[in-house]
Each structure stands twice: as C-alpha cells, then as structure tokens.
C-alpha cells in the first residue's frame, strides 16, 4: 500500500519562502506530483519529480528523496493567491494522494 | 488551452438511486481517472481507466461502481444504489501518454445523497 504524509496546516507571511514537506510509504513507486487545490476548486498540477533532486517552476520548487522517501514543496515570494491546500502524490495508474497542507498566506 | 469538463456541476439524489457522472476528457489524452474527495479531506484515487479497460482500482471502487466510455469523447461514473457516504465530489482527470504522473482535473461533480 501507499501512505503520504503531510503537515496538516502551514501559515506563512506574504512575501516569504516556505517549504511543505511529504514523506511516504509506498511500493512501485515512480515519482512524486504536486498539486494546488483552492477551497471549491479543483487540484491543479504543479510539479512532477522522477529523480532526485530539485525542479524549478517558477515561484515552485519541487525535491525528492528516494532513499529517504522524502520530498518537498518550495513556494517562494508568496502571494495572498497561494494560499490553498497542497497535496502530494504518488503512483502510477494507481494514484495516491497526500493528507494535504492547507497554506495560509497572511499580510 | 484544453480542459476536463465535467456534468452536472451538482447532483442531488435519492439514497438507493442511480447516479452517472459524466466526464469530457482532454481530447488527445489517453489515460483517464476518478477520484472523490469527502468534504474537508483528502483526495481519494477510485479508478484509472486506459485502453478501454480499467488499469487500477481501489477498494473504494466495488460493486456498487462502474465506469464506460461510450463513445470517443465521454468518460462517465455510475454509482448504483447510493448511500448517504457516497455524498462527495468526484473530480474526473485525464492524462497524456506517457506522462500519467501529471494529471489535469475537471471542476467536479458535487453529489448529495439525501
């Protein structure tokens, strides 16, 4: 089976980098996704991680672990509009999700 | 730019009745997928679908649900005989060959079972 956690809430200060972290128990693993999910919407991908290390998209940054089945979420330069919640994701045709960090911009 | 679409935005229902929730997939994408998500909690994987049949399943997905692609475009959910714990959003996906990691959502379909 496949299990991914996820601190359960995060509040940063606009402006400010912050890093929301996820690590995992699976097998067959094949990478680790993120996606965006703003209250009512739906979640919108925001990065794919095949190999270790950093991936850079925009504002985002994404880093994974294998070895220590660990990964990352960096958002830099927070705006008011990034707040929302954040899940990981693991799997291949079989998609697991993270508990999710719900990100709260403040002023 | 292409999107999921997804009908009816909302569905309110009888518990024991059928429901079908229907999904427009991007056009070119190959791999396609549902999920529910309990208000408040997190996003739960029900089903992947390629190739005219199902890839995976979880154990959410028994019995009681079923998925078809009638035709080129559609890609839809039934739920049979509905329980007040089926009461959820169900978001459809879809994703391109060779990059199922990165899936594209539709808006949901909210479903009330009363």
């Known amino acids: 089976g496949q299990s991914l956690e996820q601190p359960s809430e995060v509040t940063a200060v606009e402006g400010a980098i912050v890093q929301i972290n996820c690590t995992y128990q699976?097998?067959?693993?094949?990478?680790l996704s993120w996606y965006q999910q703003h209250d009512g919407g739906a979640p919108t991908f925001l990065s794919y991680?095949?190999?270790?290390g950093l991936e850079e998209t925009g504002r985002f940054s994404s880093f994974l672990s294998r070895s220590d089945s660990y990964g990352y979420l960096l958002l830099q330069e927070l705006q008011m509009k990034d707040s929302a919640s954040y899940f990981c994701?693991?799997?291949?045709?079989?998609?697991?999700f993270g508990t999710g960090t719900k990100l709260q911009v403040i002023p | 730019e292409p999107e999921v679409t997804q009908t009816p935005s909302h569905q309110v229902t009888q518990m024991g009745q059928e429901v079908i929730l229907r999904c427009v997939p991007i056009s070119n994408h190959l791999y396609f997928y549902w999920y529910r998500q309990i208000l408040g909690q997190k996003v739960e994987f029900l089903v992947s679908f390629y190739n005219n049949e199902i890839s995976e399943k979880s154990e959410i997905f028994d019995d009681q649900f079923s998925v078809e692609r009638p035709d080129g475009s559609n890609f839809t959910l039934k739920i049979r005989s509905t329980k007040l714990e089926d009461s959820a959003m169900y978001f459809c996906a879809s994703a391109d060959w060779g990059r199922e990691t990165t899936q594209y959502f539709g808006p949901g379909t909210r479903l009330l079972v009363l």
């Open positions: 991680n095949a190999l270790d």
């Open positions: 994701a693991g799997g291949y045709q079989k998609v697991t």
């Open positions: 699976t097998s067959g693993f094949y990478g």
